[in-house]
């Protein structure tokens, strides 16, 4: 394993924010991962997972406390039968995937972090998510001190929630395991609108599994999703807020909000989450709520692409982030009585 003390932490994440570790730690083997584990609960040092940094906003005074940084790397592909080790970089091996024919996880192109990290919220965009190919989960558990194998059941999925982010101390994933399609190098039925568009197709319909990924990595390119150093928009955390899911009640006094504010056509996003529940859009909140692509002063603003997410502009500190994102919770709040909740993962800070 690597040590190395007083370690510069931002680097290691795609917001480029944050202060040092005492210590880093980076693993490049499942045991290397599980040892570090163990010491740093066995010392009782503050330990901190990171594998691609694509959902984390660590504060400006850093971690006190063993940074673990997964490097593991592993990538096995048996018929339909995909393993991947948790440091394994996630669009790598959806392209992979895509280039042996199979379907299942095309949409999830270009999202970026690890492989490991995309149980824990259930990572999905396009129609797709984790949850729905997803097999077992290999993890090791503090709380029992052995490794141990999760059935997707056992995984607990939601929306952008699992049993890893339910119990945040406990798992830290070593690998992931999917099952995906083998249909003759088409897709899965395309279920998202905006694709089915840009694919010239409906919703429900099957394309060529390449064409799929291509189409969804325009669409994200084109709201700054894709990883880009150069293009500040995407120095950020992707999506920065998780779309509201509001019981009958609450969407009730939200649309009374909106029409009060907007006029009496006024329609919000609303999709089926469930009985009694529906989902509206946290990127559409945010626009009408008067925070427009690029808003912002300082050094961290808006995307100029997408609403959805808070970038740093090159010089912005964690603070500024933060700024920034209680800002647009209270102004949403303030105009339609919803309140965001952040996405990223914070550490030593909160919103």
């Known amino acids: 394993m690597q040590v190395t003390h007083d370690a510069p932490l931002a680097p290691l994440t795609t917001f480029r924010l944050g202060g040092p570790a005492r210590?880093?730690?980076?693993?490049?083997?499942?045991?290397?991962?599980?040892?570090?584990?163990?010491?740093?609960?066995?010392?009782?040092?503050?330990?901190?997972?990171?594998?691609?940094?694509?959902?984390?906003?660590?504060?400006?005074?850093?971690?006190?406390?063993?940074?673990?940084?997964?490097?593991?790397?592993g990538f096995s592909l048996d018929g339909t039968r995909l393993e991947l080790a948790a440091g394994e970089v996630w669009s790598d091996a959806v392209a992979?995937?895509?280039?042996?024919?199979?379907?299942?996880?095309?949409?999830?192109?270009?999202?970026?972090?690890?492989?490991?990290?995309?149980?824990?919220?259930?990572?999905?965009?396009?129609?797709?998510?984790?949850?729905?190919?997803?097999?077992?989960?290999?993890?090791?558990?503090?709380?029992?001190?052995?490794?141990?194998?999760?059935t997707g059941a056992e995984c607990a999925f939601s929306y952008r929630h699992s049993r890893f982010k339910a119990e945040p101390?406990?798992?830290?994933?070593?690998?992931?395991?999917?099952?995906?399609?083998?249909?003759?190098?088409?897709?899965?039925?395309?279920?998202?609108a905006e694709t089915a568009r840009a694919l010239g197709v409906g919703p429900g319909d099957r394309v060529p599994v390449a064409a799929a990924r291509e189409t969804v990595l325009a669409l994200r390119a084109g709201k700054g999703m894709v990883l880009d150093p150069d293009d500040h928009d995407t120095w950020s955390a992707g999506s920065f807020f998780t779309n509201p899911i509001l019981d009958d009640t609450a969407y009730a006094a939200f649309l009374d909000r909106v029409?009060?504010?907007?006029?009496?056509?006024?329609?919000?996003?609303?999709?089926?989450?469930?009985?009694?529940?529906?989902?509206?859009?946290?990127?559409?909140?945010?626009?009408?709520?008067?925070?427009?692509?690029?808003?912002?002063?300082g050094p961290a603003r808006i995307s100029t692409k997408h609403t959805l997410a808070l970038t740093n502009r090159g010089e912005a500190t964690t603070e500024d982030l933060l700024a920034l994102a209680r800002e647009v919770v209270e102004g949403v709040r303030d105009a339609f009585g919803v309140t965001l909740v952040n996405e990223p993962v914070t550490v030593g800070v909160s919103l």
């Open 169 to 192: 101390d406990r798992y830290v994933v070593l690998r992931v395991r999917f099952e995906l399609e083998d249909a003759g190098g088409m897709s899965a039925p395309i279920r998202y």
């Open 259 to 297: 029409r009060d504010r907007l006029g009496p056509d006024a329609a919000p996003p609303a999709y089926p989450a469930g009985e009694g529940r529906t989902k509206t859009s946290a990127a559409w909140l945010i626009d009408k709520a008067g925070f427009t692509k690029g808003y912002g002063a």
């Open 96 to 150: 992979r995937t895509v280039e042996a024919g199979l379907a299942g996880v095309e949409c999830l192109a270009g999202i970026p972090g690890s492989a490991g990290a995309t149980p824990i919220q259930n990572v999905g965009a396009y129609g797709q998510e984790v949850a729905s190919t997803l097999t077992e989960v290999v993890a090791y558990d503090r709380r029992a001190e052995e490794t141990v194998t999760l």
């Open 23 to 73: 210590r880093l730690i980076t693993a490049r083997t499942d045991d290397e991962v599980v040892a570090a584990v163990r010491e740093a609960d066995r010392t009782g040092s503050p330990l901190l997972v990171i594998g691609g940094g694509s959902n984390l906003v660590i504060g400006d005074k850093g971690f006190d406390g063993t940074a673990l940084h997964i490097a593991t790397r």
